[in-house]
C-alpha cells in the first residue's frame, strides 16, 4: 500500500543548534491510521510534526505526501505552495487551538472555508454544520474567550475538518485539558479517522497513546521504537518520563 | 564527591524599589538577536517625536522673531498651527510609547514569580521607558539638525526661514527631558491598566466598547460651533481680530473635542457592519481587529480628524485668499495672504507626517504584539499577502471614515463658503485635495511598511508562541 505520508532521512539542525533536532527520521504514515508521536521534552516530537505539516523546510531528507492532486515532495516546495497544501488538504489541532481570539467560533471555522473561496454564507453554513456535530450549537457567536478550552479545541477540530483535509495533524491537544475533557477530545479527533482521515498526534499523554492505533518514539531526534498500540504506548510513557 | 552550597543572605535587607530596578535594568537590555528590532524601533520612534516637536517650535519660535504691527497677527497664526499640530504629536508620542512597552509583559510576569514588589515591576518598567526616550531624543535632536535648514528654506514674508529655524540651544536639553519624562509617565499609566502576577499579565476592563452618550456630547458641541459661527461677525465687530481669532480657536478646540468623543463610537458602528457583510477573509480579519478595540482604532488614525478639518478650513482660506483682490494692500498684508496659504498647506502636510509616523509605529507595534496571530495564520496556510492585507484595511478603513467625517463636519460649519470656494476657485480646492490623497499614500506606504516585519516573525515562530 503507497503511504498517504512518508519521510526517509529527515534531518533538522536548528541554527546555532549543537545536535540535530532530527536525525535521519524515516517513518511511514497510512491513509486512516491515527499514530501517536511520544518522546521526552526536546526529543524532537514537534519538530517532526512540522517538518511533515511542510510548516518547517527540513535540512535534509524528503517529506512525500499523496496529494488530491498526486504525490508532492513537500520540502521542495516553497512558501506559497507549502501554505496551500496546509490550507487545502491538511487540518491542524494544536494545544493553543491556533484559533483567533477576535473571530467568533463560527467565523473561525468559515474562515478554513472563505480562504478556498468559498463564499461566506455558504462558508458559515458548513461551519455552523460542524460545530453542532461536535457539539456546539448555540455557541456559534461566541467569541473565543467565552468558551471553555475544551470547547476551543472542539472549535479547532471542526475547522481542521471543514476543509475535507484528510490528513490532521495535532501537537498536545489534550495537553491544557482536565482528564474527562481530554477524553472526549481525543474522541472527537479519533471519531475523524473512522471517516477515513488519518491522525498524527504529537503526545506526552500515554493514555493519548495507548487510543491511537500505532505509537513511534522518538529519543535525541531519532526513531527508537515504532509500534501497534497499546502495548507501545506503556513503554513509549517509560521512554517519555 | 562533595557539593559547596552557595552561602545564603539570611537575613540581609531587601534593596529598594528602585535601587533593586537599577540593578536589573542591564540584565534586561540584554536582548536576543530577533528581538534587536523590537529594541530599534522605540529609540527611533522616540527620534521622530523629537526631531518632529523640534521642528514645529523651531518653524513657530521664527514667528515670534518681528517686532511690526503685523507681528502679533503671525504670532496668532503660529499659536494655532502648533496648537492644531499637538494632537498628532502626540498621538506619534503614544505610539512611541505604546511601541517601548510591548512584549515586556510576559518578563515582568517572571520577575513577579521571583518575589519583585510592585514597586520594582514599576520602577524598571518607567527606568526602561526613560533611557529608551532619551536615547531616541537624542537621535531626534540630531534628527533635527538634519530636517531644520530644509524646512529654513521656506519662506515667509518673502524671506527664507533659514536661521530662524534653530531653537536657542538650552532648548534641545529641555526636550529630550521632556520626552523621557512623557515617556515615563506613558508606562505608568500603561502599568495601571494591567495586573502583573507571577503567573502572566492581564487587563484590568476589558477595552471600551464607545458609548453612544459620546455621540450626543459631539452632536452637542457641534451645535454650539455652529451657533459661534454664525455670531462670529458680530464678536469681530466687537472685539476685533483677536476676539475672532479666539472663537475660531474655542470652535476649532471643540470640534476636535467633539470629534474625540464621536470617532471611537464611528468606528465601532462601521466595523460591526464591515464584520457583518464582509465577503473576503481580509475584510472579515480588518473589521474584527478594529472592533477588538475601537478606541485603539480611533487613536491611530484621529490626528487625520484633526487635519481634515483643518484641510477643509485651510482649503476654503486658499480660495478666500486667492479671491481678495491684493490691490490696494500694502506689500506686508500681501505677504500676510501668501503666508496664510503656505502656513496651511505645510501644517496639514506636517500633520499628515506625522500621522504617517504615529500609523507606521502603531502598525510596527501591533504587528509585534500579533506575532503569535500571525504564526497561527501561517501554519494554517493563511497566505502571507492576505494577512498583509487585513492589517492594511484595519488602518485605511479607520482612516477614511475618519478624514470624511471630519472633513464633513467642517465642511457643516463653513458650507456657504465651501459651496463658493469649489464653483469661484477650484484650483485651491484641487491642491488641498492633492495634499489629502498625498497624505492618504502617506499613510497607506507607512502601514504596508510594517508588513515587512511579518517574514521575520515567520522566520522564527517559536518566539512568538
Sequence with gaps: MTPLLSARGLTMQYPGGVTPA??????????????AIMGASGSGKTTLLHCLAGILRPTAGLVSFASVQGPVRVESLDDGERSRLRREELGFVFQQGLLLDELTALENVAVARMLAGVPRGQAEAEAAQWLQHLGLAGLEQRRLGELSGGQAQRVAI???????????????????????????????????????????????????????????????????????????????????? | MSITVPATVAG????????TAVHLAPLFARRRDGDRL????PVAAFGVVTALLLVVLGGAQAFFQWDDELASTYATLAVIAVVLLLVPLATVGASAARLAARRRDERLASLRLLGATTGTITALTVLEAAVTALLGAVLG??????????????????????????????????????VALLA????????????????????????????????????????????????????????????IVGTLAAIFGGMLLALDALGPWFVRVRARRQARKAQTVPRL??????????????????????????????????????????????????????????????????????VACSVGINQAASTLDRAA????????????????????????????????????????????????????????????????????????????????????????PERAL
Design chain 2, 38 to 41: 523590537a529594541t530599534a524601533l
Design chain 2, 285 to 354: 480579519l480588518a473589521a474584527r481587529m478594529v472592533l477588538e478595540d475601537p478606541k485603539v482604532a480611533w487613536r491611530q488614525v484621529s490626528g487625520v480628524a484633526m487635519t481634515s478639518f483643518v484641510g477643509v478650513f485651510g482649503a476654503v482660506g486658499l480660495a478666500m485668499a486667492d479671491m481678495t483682490s491684493t490691490e490696494g494692500m500694502d506689500p506686508d498684508e500681501r505677504w500676510l495672504m501668501q503666508d496664510i496659504s503656505t502656513g496651511v498647506l505645510v501644517t496639514v502636510a506636517v500633520s499628515f507626517l506625522m
Design chain 2, 184 to 243: 515615563a509617565a506613558s508606562a505608568v499609566v500603561g502599568l495601571r491598566a494591567v495586573v502583573v502576577t507571577p503567573l502572566g499579565v492581564r487587563t484590568r476592563q476589558r477595552p471600551g466598547t464607545a458609548h453612544w452618550v459620546r455621540v450626543v456630547i459631539a452632536v452637542g458641541v457641534l451645535v454650539v460651533g455652529l451657533g459661534l459661527m454664525q455670531v462670529l461677525g458680530v464678536l469681530g465687530e466687537m472685539g476685533g481680530i483677536v476676539a
Design chain 1, 158 to 241: 471542526a475547522r481542521a475538518q471543514v476543509t475535507g483535509a484528510r490528513l490532521i495533524f495535532a501537537d498536545e491537544p489534550t495537553g491544557a485539558l482536565d482528564s474527562a475533557t481530554s477524553v472526549e477530545v481525543l474522541d472527537l479527533l479519533l471519531a475523524a479517522t473512522q471517516q477515513g482521515r488519518t491522525l498524527v498526534v504529537v503526545t506526552h499523554d500515554a493514555d493519548v497513546a495507548r487510543r491511537c492505533a500505532r505509537t513511534v518514539v522518538l529519543r535525541d531526534g531519532r526513531v527508537v521504537s515504532d509500534t501497534a498500540a497499546p502495548a507501545a504506548a506503556a513503554s513509549a510513557a517509560e521512554v517519555s518520563r
Design chain 2, 12 to 19: 540581609s535587607r531587601p534593596a529598594g524599589a528602585l535601587a
Design chain 1, 22 to 35: 532530527l536525525d535521519a527520521v524515516d517513518l511511514d504514515i497510512g491513509a486512516g491510521e491515527s499514530v
Design chain 2, 141 to 178: 535632536v540630531v534628527l533635527y539638525a538634519v530636517l531644520a535648514p530644509l524646512v529654513g528654506l521656506l519662506h515667509f514674508r518673502g524671506e527664507a526661514l533659514g536661521a530662524q529655524m534653530w531653537v536657542p540651544w538650552w532648548w534641545l536639553p529641555l526636550a529630550v527631558l521632556g
Design chain 2, 373 to 460: 496571530v500571525h504564526v497561527s495564520l501561517d501554519r494554517l496556510g493563511v497566505p502571507r499577502a492576505v494577512m498583509a492585507e487585513a492589517s492594511r484595511r484595519a488602518v485605511m478603513s479607520a482612516l477614511w471614515m475618519v478624514a470624511g467625517g471630519s472633513a464633513l463636519c467642517a465642511a457643516v460649519l463653513l458650507f456657504p463658503l465651501v459651496g463658493m470656494a469649489i464653483f469661484i476657485q477650484p484650483v485651491a480646492i484641487v491642491t488641498a485635495l492633492a495634499v489629502f490623497a498625498l497624505g492618504f499614500l502617506a499613510v497607506r506606504g507607512a502601514a504596508a511598511l510594517s508588513a515587512r516585519l511579518v517574514p521575520g516573525i515567520l522566520a522564527r
